[in-house]
């Protein structure tokens, strides 16, 4: 199905660039088979029930792409995955929280179609009030898993639970489930209650739209990926860590914690490269106090 336009403009498209047989032996070789031969790291941590301060968030990092968000009165999950096996990737590290010590949220929301993103295991476990959201052609995916509501958003549609406020930001990446189903939406969203705002980019590649996103929100933390940009396919789908600093300064937000790093072995890069470069290149923009790394299953509040 062809996109329409608004889509087709930050759309990475599924062609592989010259070169990835290499990449791909170098990724195997390197990457997927010593980390199937690897022990897990990381340990689990319980969830810490009781909301934050008034005018506070915490944020808590499960892995991958995953957060569990509390506000004063609200909590969400984004991008829940609590996968043993990413196809033939093993997880490196534990999720940070036990998937059913989740207490029942008010909604849970996936940013794009991909398995580690839309995990239905973990999604089938969650439990939320006022259901789940998904982007434009991917709530058939949702349907049956048991959530109460499906909302289904395009690109800067905005949906308002009581004082909990969601918009749907966009991305530049792609995302299909499958290589047929090039229809369905992706992007990111920005959450808002109780004073506080937290912008989950999903995955993207760096573009411009980032500044039209810190024009029309105001965002105090940036969840933002910062791995996977050695791509064994060679498409501009991934940010690395220097492109992840600009989009953050794009953005206008106060502080930022990265993802999609150090859980599933989905680049080239080595492990620890990513959280190296991000701090050095934090150090030489004078944004380090900015940047907030946290352990899996452990909260930040800000």
């Not at 029942?104 to 398995?115: G, M, R």
């Not at 937000?253 to 680049?267: D, N, Q, S």
Request: net charge neutral; with cysteine; aromatic share 10%.
């Amino acid at each position: 199905m062809e996109h329409p336009p608004a889509i087709k403009a930050r759309y990475s498209g599924l062609l592989p660039q010259k070169g990835w047989p290499k990449r791909n032996y170098r990724f195997w070789r390197h990457r997927v088979i010593p980390g199937l031969l690897s022990r897990r790291a990381g340990v689990v941590s319980d969830p810490v029930h009781h909301p934050p301060g008034e005018g506070r968030v915490r944020v808590t990092w499960i892995g991958h792409a995953g957060f569990y968000v509390q506000f004063a009165g609200h909590s969400v999950v984004l991008d829940p995955n609590w996968a043993r096996f990413h196809g033939p990737m093993k997880r490196m590290r534990e999720p940070g929280l036990p998937l059913r010590e989740i207490p029942e949220l008010d909604l849970v929301l996936v940013t794009h179609a991909h398995f580690d993103h839309l995990h239905k295991p973990s999604l089938r476990v969650l439990q939320a009030r006022n259901g789940i959201v998904v982007p434009k052609g991917s709530a058939r995916l949702v349907r049956r898993l048991g959530f109460p509501e499906v909302h289904e958003m395009r690109t800067w549609d905005a949906l308002a639970f009581d004082a909990l406020e969601v918009v749907h930001t966009p991305s530049h990446h792609w995302g299909a489930r499958y290589l047929h189903d090039t229809h369905r939406d992706y992007g990111g969203y920005v959450i808002r209650a109780a004073d506080k705002s937290i912008f989950h980019c999903g995955d993207s590649a760096y573009f411009n739209g980032f500044r039209e996103i810190g024009r029309r929100e105001e965002i105090d933390v940036a969840l933002m990926p910062i791995g996977a940009y050695e791509s064994p396919s060679g498409r501009d789908v991934h940010m690395n860590p220097e492109e992840a600093v600009r989009a953050f300064s794009d953005l206008g937000a106060r502080v930022m914690i990265p993802m999609h790093y150090g859980t599933f072995p989905l680049g080239n890069e080595p492990h620890d490269e990513p959280v190296e470069r991000l701090l050095m290149e934090a150090d030489r923009l004078g944004l380090s106090e900015h940047i907030l790394i946290p352990e899996e299953g452990i909260g930040i509040e800000w």
